[in-house]
């Protein structure tokens, strides 16, 4: 059986990086940005997992994992939503920090409250797209994706915001999303960490400025899939502050972004290792900001 003719065909092979979103220039050639030495974007993700994913191209993170009903997962899932995430505004409060909270837009309706409570405390609202079971990718038709970021931005301006910034479902993305989102006016993106600055991407309907959400420092990455203790991950991400205030003549201002899972970060075990993260953040003189405070 032969291959097809189309098999190593690949339209998108360059010299470099293969794509032109945006320049690739390493960072000891860039002239030092200006601000404060280090600053951080806290993510809290609200996502909601229903019990029959569609699956397609695959399972969010965090879907559920055993035949139907898979009541164990689906539960704790909502416990974050319900739960956790007011236990981590909490703590955010406590020491004065502002974070940018993601929210799946189908989810707007139920979560009033939730949306509320995180505009209280001065935290800014974020896009997700439509649900865990819209995810983007490069199979996906044209029009179709662009209906799913359409119906994200009306479904945000019917619940009475606007929101620049957009995180993937999954983070994943296809081809043509950077497109599709700049198009409906969401000019942040979260789904990309290529540096420690924030890098402007090239897009058909103007700049879209990406942000460094390291899935190195993914709570869900680090404590459930490869079941690292509560103090590593703390020690983790107070470790990369650190590095990244280091040689500030040299590289400037530096940033990263790390997420707090509200069915993960919020239980109750896990607390006090996420209290003395954010008080060795704010103790470092590090600037933890939004996601639009960090884009201008």
Known sequence: MSLPPDYLSYPYRSYGMDQDRYAWLPAPERG?????????????????????????????????QTPYPDLRHYTTRDYGNRVGVFRILDVLKAQGLKATVPINARQLSRLRPLIDAALADGHEIAAYGLSTDHIHWGGLDHAEEAAWVAETRARFVDAGLAPRAWLSPARQQSFRTLDLIAAEGFDICLDWEVDEVPVTFRTEAGPVTALPLLNELDDRTLLIDRRQTEDEWADQILAAANLLGEDP??????????TLTPYVSGQPFRIAALRRVLAGLKAAGVRCATATELAA
Request: cysteine-free; proline content about 14%; hydrophobic content about 45%.
């Open 32 to 64: 030092p940005l200006s601000g404060p030495a280090v600053s951080a974007m806290i993510v809290v993700p609200i996502e909601h997992h229903t019990l029959e994913p569609v699956g397609k191209p695959f399972k969010h993170p965090g879907a559920m």
């Open 249 to 258: 003549a040299r590289f400037g201002a530096r940033m990263f972004g790390f």
